[in-house]
């Protein structure tokens, strides 16, 4: 069983920049992917950025050259989403989650093959 906690949301103006971090309680074999999704009010929950195993990332077209996915590089227990360039539409609550990613098409997984959910960190972008 692995917890996940997401930490780093606040509210911030458009432009700016946030860092959100996702520790997990324990280390993720390579068989996981590791990814961010959020979920606006009266919205679905949508993928935003998807790091595998491999190390190879996968973005939504909404943050592609605007948010980074990553894993540190010392602790590898703690994953981070930067986020640049925000926007209002960035507004969500966004939650990462640890699970096993289809080949070739990560942002596309479905749900259920996540088991692992952090409870969530808000995100507000005033225009």
């Known amino acids: 069983q692995v917890q996940l906690v997401e930490s780093g949301g606040d509210s911030v103006q458009s432009g700016g920049s946030l860092r959100l971090t996702c520790t997990a309680s324990?280390?993720?074999?390579?068989?996981?992917?590791l990814a961010w999704f959020r979920q606006a009010p009266g919205k679905e929950r949508e993928g935003v950025a998807v790091?595998?195993?491999?190390?190879?990332?996968?973005y939504a077209d909404s943050v592609k050259g605007r948010f980074t996915i990553s894993q540190d590089a010392t602790k590898k227990t703690l994953y981070y989403l930067q986020m640049n360039s925000l926007k209002p539409e960035d507004t969500a609550m966004y939650y990462c989650?640890?699970?096993?990613?289809?080949?070739?098409?990560?942002?596309?997984?479905?749900?259920?093959?996540?088991?692992?959910w952090g409870q969530g960190t808000q995100v507000s972008v005033s225009s």
């Open positions: 790091l595998d195993g491999g190390g190879t990332t996968t």
């Open positions: 989650a640890a699970g096993f990613c289809s080949a070739g098409a990560a942002l596309q997984t479905p749900l259920r093959r996540f088991p692992y």
């Open positions: 324990a280390y993720l074999a390579r068989t996981y992917c």
